[in-house]
């Protein structure tokens, strides 16, 4: 899902390799370079992805930077890893990109893996203090989608530095194939939020709105008695439900991870595609490593940069 937020004017939801703030409960940042070491066993390993430089015609100043927020979990690195590829590839200024990590377990080898798959990525990684949503969280149709990662979205306000005025927030099962750039001039006319039909943030508003203690009273509702059955995304839409700029539905063909119960496959939806969504039970990459793969997965295969990948399609 692609969410759009603003601190000073509008938020859009959609690496060099310095820091700018120390450790908190809530957000920190690391120097990646002090921290490489090699892989562990658990880690995948990537192929170094290529240098990707910016078109004629690209500025250089603060306002022409992108910023995009995502969250990093080892089960779902190699599916981040696409998506920033995915990103970069088909950017025309992709130097311009500056990405914002959310982690909650400190995992050197996860930062590391990402230096040196992008070595020229504009990045930063901020913790995000599980705490903040300890006893908060409910049961919901996925174990997956329970998990307190999932609801560092809702803190973005919060995390990303005052600094910056708006950020695209991306899950990690997406590979946008257009220019990231056309979802972030999005006119939010004054919106909290916009969404894909369902996605973007007004960050001065969000703030002003109190609106994450807003969804966190819905969590609460959900915890006393269960009114939904997805994870972070619900109590969001009963916030800011008449207060979204809708986003054209080719910035989310979502879905493509099948069915939430038994994960059967899906096809597309009509009409043009920019981001391609597996959001549902079924990741890509394991069902190409399963030898398993649903038609769409082989979308997605061309961005994977998994070292070790030998996918159906190949054979």
Not at 67 to 94: E, F, I, K, W
Not at 131 to 145: E, F, M, P
Not at 210 to 229: D, S
Not at 262 to 280: A, M, T, Y
Request: glycine share 6%; net charge positive.
């Amino acid at each position: 899902m692609a969410l759009i937020w603003s601190f000073l004017s509008h938020l859009l939801l959609l690496g060099l390799l310095s820091f700018l703030h120390p450790f908190t409960t809530t957000v920190g940042s690391i120097r990646v370079g002090t921290v490489i070491r090699k892989p562990s066993p658990e880690l995948p390993i990537f192929r170094e992805a290529p240098s990707f430089r910016n078109g004629d015609g690209c500025g250089s100043q603060e306002s022409d930077i992108i910023h995009v927020a995502m969250t990093l979990d080892v089960n779902y690195l190699r599916g981040t890893m696409a998506a920033v590829l995915s990103m970069l590839q088909h950017s025309t200024c992709p130097e311009n990109l500056s990405f914002h990590f959310l982690f909650v377990h400190y995992e050197p080898e996860l930062f590391s893996s990402i230096n040196s798959t992008f070595p020229f990525l504009n990045f930063k990684i901020y913790r995000f203090d599980s705490k903040r949503v300890q006893g908060k969280i409910s049961r919901s149709i996925r174990q997956a989608l329970d998990q307190p990662l999932n609801y560092a979205r809702i803190y973005l306000a919060d995390i990303i530095p005052t600094h910056v005025r708006r950020v695209i927030y991306l899950d990690s099962d997406i590979i946008v194939v257009d220019d990231v750039a056309k979802l972030w001039d999005v006119d939010m006319e004054d919106k909290v939020v916009a969404a894909p039909e369902y996605c973007h943030a007004n960050f001065n508003k969000w703030r002003k709105g109190e609106y994450t203690q807003k969804v966190e009273e819905w969590m609460a509702v959900q915890k006393q008695k269960r009114i939904y059955q997805l994870g972070s995304l619900p109590p969001f839409l009963l916030v800011f439900a008449g207060n979204i700029k809708a986003v054209d539905h080719r910035w989310n063909q979502h879905g493509l991870g099948g069915d939430n119960f038994e994960g059967k496959c899906r096809s597309l939806h009509p009409g043009p595609i920019s981001l391609l969504h597996w959001s549902g039970k079924g990741k890509p990459w394991l069902r190409l490593d399963s030898r398993k793969p649903c038609i769409v997965d082989h979308l997605w295969a061309p961005y994977d940069l998994y070292r070790s990948s030998r996918h159906y399609l190949e054979e």
